[in-house]
């Protein structure tokens, strides 16, 4: 009886350790996985008035084994790396983190080039681009989530009049200012080709300036032409007001609500040393 008492009695003490090991193990492994960081990157500054000449491509392009960017803020490159839509509010961004390329008065836009590994995927890019903001930018975040007012993106009881589309044949082109029909001096538009309901919502929401929250539950891309609709100034226009543009032309409704909104918050962030 006494042996099997002193057998229960170990037996409660590893068992009572057990978690202890198995964190400290979990710990050590977690301490020796690499970083994921790009093989090589060059940042340059654009000063006053500079910027890319000729057409150029704003924000961050991933393709295979490189991530380079023409002209970007550190607002873009942050968009980039924590994957914003634009529905997620950023606080704290430093008023040089905005800056516009090409503005004679701009400057604090960057021209990066950074290589890696050909079999990089988009996501580990996007952590490669986390690390470097970190390391080279001394950037530092935290999430926060809020109740605020936000509109609902839903679709209408009849159903939505979406098209499907393949972004391969039409590729998708940023939101922009395409020009106002007539005597329509005041308008706004969306444009053009295949977009996905998230990136929509990410539109519509700095176009209202409250985040859009996907609730339609609809998956894959879409097709949208130029889509224009009459701004808030524009008093006796022809176009439609935007929320009965989404109403009768793509099935979908816009409503007022309150809402968890993630939010992206700017902690710390400096002007990178140039290479």
């Known amino acids: 009886m006494r042996l099997r008492g002193h057998l229960l009695l170990v037996m409660a003490l590893v068992l009572a350790n057990a978690p202890i090991i198995l964190e400290h193990a979990y710990g050590q492994s977690s301490q020796q996985s690499p970083k994921l960081t790009f093989d090589v990157v060059s940042?340059?500054?654009?000063?006053?008035?500079?910027?890319?000449?000729?057409?150029?491509?704003?924000?961050?392009?991933?393709?295979?084994?490189?991530?380079?960017?023409?002209?970007?803020n550190l607002a873009s490159l942050v968009f980039n790396a924590y994957q914003l839509t634009g529905s997620e509010p950023l606080e704290g961004m430093p008023k040089w983190g905005r800056a516009s390329c090409g503005v004679p008065d701009s400057r604090e836009t960057f021209a990066i080039e950074a290589t890696m590994p050909a079999d990089t995927t988009m996501v580990q890019s996007r952590q490669m681009m986390q690390i470097l903001?970190?390391?080279?930018?001394?950037?530092?975040?935290?999430?926060?989530?809020?109740?605020?007012?936000?509109?609902?993106l839903r679709v209408v009881s009849g159903g939505s009049k979406l098209?499907?589309?393949?972004?391969?044949?039409?590729?998708?082109?940023?939101?922009?200012?395409?020009?106002?029909p007539g005597d329509d001096s005041h308008c706004h538009n969306i444009c053009c080709g295949s977009m996905t309901i998230t990136s929509l919502s990410g539109s519509l929401s700095h176009t209202l300036g409250r985040p859009v929250i996907d609730k339609t539950g609809l998956?894959?891309?879409?097709?949208?032409?130029?889509v224009t609709?009459?701004?808030?100034?524009?008093?006796?226009?022809?176009?439609?007001?935007?929320?009965?543009?989404?109403?009768?032309q793509f099935g979908l409704e816009l409503k007022p609500e309150l809402g968890p909104v993630p939010i992206l918050v700017i902690d710390h962030a400096e002007?990178?040393?140039?290479?």
Request: aromatic share 10%; glycine share 12%.
């Open 219 to 226: 998956t894959g891309t879409y097709y949208f032409g130029i």
């Open 43 to 72: 940042i340059h500054e654009w000063g006053p008035g500079q910027g890319p000449t000729g057409p150029y491509t704003a924000g961050v392009q991933f393709s295979t084994g490189r991530v380079r960017s023409q002209c970007a």
């Open 229 to 248: 609709w009459a701004g808030d100034d524009s008093s006796g226009s022809s176009l439609p007001s935007l929320f009965a543009l989404m109403r009768e």
């Open 133 to 152: 903001l970190a390391e080279r930018f001394k950037l530092a975040v935290h999430w926060e989530t809020r109740q605020l007012p936000v509109y609902a």
């Open 163 to 180: 098209k499907r589309s393949d972004p391969d044949k039409d590729p998708p082109i940023k939101l922009g200012s395409i020009g106002c």
């Open 271 to 275: 002007k990178p040393t140039a290479n």
